[in-house]
């Protein structure tokens, strides 16, 4: 029952930082939900600390929200990067071997790569040495194609999809808000 408490806790704070940071910012929905897109977009691109930059960057170029841009980046991290990796790297394999007859390397061994060169402790830990930085280089020399590729499928899809999702929820949020203050103006 605890850990069910610790979901509902966790999903609730989730929430709240959804409403009070990003359908409240004082900006037009079409550029919060861009910057939400952009934000999204940037976090499946396998470029490890530079999401940030990527996010900043995109959202500038198409004058979408910064900040909520910024934000929505940070959802790879060294918790998360486990579970958008090595989906998207399936996915990437399948598209990939459409093309080509025999995959470089086995999917079991590649998430075992993942997990390992990945993990919290390592991502925390080694994530300035040189050693990690070889590895990683190393490991993106042998499944990189096939990374990027689902990167790329599934961050635009997802991305494209939280446009519309956070641009429904803004401007519902809004109407309801405006209409709840017409309502006590009476």
């Not at 470089?104 to 390592?122: C, G, H, M, N, Y």
């Not at 991305?159 to 519902?172: D, E, Q």
Request: glycine share 6%; with cysteine.
């Amino acid at each position: 029952m605890a850990n069910n408490d610790k979901k509902q806790s966790y999903l609730a704070r989730i929430k709240r930082f959804i409403k009070f940071r990003i359908i409240h910012v004082d900006d037009s929905p079409h550029r919060i939900a861009l910057g939400v897109a952009l934000g999204v977009f940037t976090a499946f691109l396998p470029f490890l600390g530079l999401h940030s930059f990527g996010a900043l960057f995109l959202a500038f170029v198409t004058r979408a929200n910064k900040a909520v841009a910024l934000l929505c980046s940070w959802i790879n991290n060294p918790f998360t990067v486990i579970p958008i990796f090595v989906p998207c790297y399936l996915l990437g394999r399948k598209v990939v071997g459409i093309f080509r007859d025999t995959p470089p390397t086995d999917t079991a061994e590649v998430a075992r790569i993942l997990k390992q060169t990945l993990s919290f402790s390592t991502m925390t830990s080694a994530f300035t040495s040189t050693e990690f930085w070889k590895e990683m280089a190393s490991l993106f020399g042998k499944i990189g194609l096939e990374l990027m590729t689902g990167c790329l499928i599934m961050g635009v899809t997802i991305g494209v999809a939280s446009y519309f999702l956070a641009y429904k929820i803004i401007v519902k949020h809004r109407l309801k808000h405006d209409m709840i203050n017409v309502l006590h103006r009476l």
